[in-house]
């Protein structure tokens, strides 16, 4: 339990932090913004096709690898999370965020936040995206070393 109670203290650390490094990334748009939301559906779909199979061939019934399937819904949600985050930068405008440090260089995403209405509102929910992945890489790291005790024959 002690590693749950540490777990869930350093995502919240990690939600409390504005610097870009654990907002969505933003791309140019056209192209990188396309390519990049095309990149979330085939991993969405990639996910959703390991459930599936872990489901079909009875793995998911083992504990171990029922963590691998739900690290793989959690990771499919996560798509759909960013991939709805990325349509609601789209509708933020320039004009919300405030500059700091007279930094004139300064990506957007750095900038402080003026909330004027509910797409300012969206924006700060769904830019925490990367808080869905730390309970999904838990799940995969936990099922990895249980499947790496059962080879050794320590369980």
């Known amino acids: 339990?002690?590693?749950?109670?540490?777990?869930?203290?350093?995502?919240?650390?990690?939600a409390s932090c504005e610097a870009p490094v654990w907002a969505i990334q933003e791309h140019p748009y056209p192209e990188g913004f396309i390519a990049h939301q095309l990149a979330h559906i085939f991993f969405m779909g990639a996910m959703l096709l390991f459930v599936y199979r872990l489901r079909k061939t009875g793995l998911a019934q083992r504990p171990h690898w029922n963590k691998l399937?739900?690290?793989?819904?959690?990771?499919?949600v996560w798509?759909?999370?960013?991939?709805?985050g990325h349509l609601v930068s789209l509708r933020i405008t320039p004009d919300v965020?405030?500059?700091?440090?007279g930094h004139i260089e300064q990506h957007f995403c750095q900038k402080g936040l003026v909330i004027k209405g509910v797409w300012?509102?969206?924006?700060?929910?769904?830019?925490?995206?990367n808080l869905l992945t730390i309970p999904?890489?838990?799940l995969i790291y936990s099922s990895v070393q249980k499947m790496e005790r059962l080879l050794?024959?320590?369980e």
Do not use: H
Request: aromatic share 16%; with cysteine; proline share 4%.
């Open 1 to 14: 339990m002690p590693k749950i109670k540490r777990l869930i203290g350093i995502s919240l650390l990690f």
């Open 69 to 76: 399937c739900l690290a793989a819904v959690i990771l499919a």
């Open 79 to 84: 798509n759909v999370w960013a991939f709805g």
């Open 97 to 101: 965020f405030l500059p700091q440090g």
């Open 120 to 129: 300012e509102i969206l924006y700060l929910i769904f830019k925490n995206d």
């Open 136 to 138: 999904a890489f838990f």
């Open 152 to 154: 050794r024959g320590k």
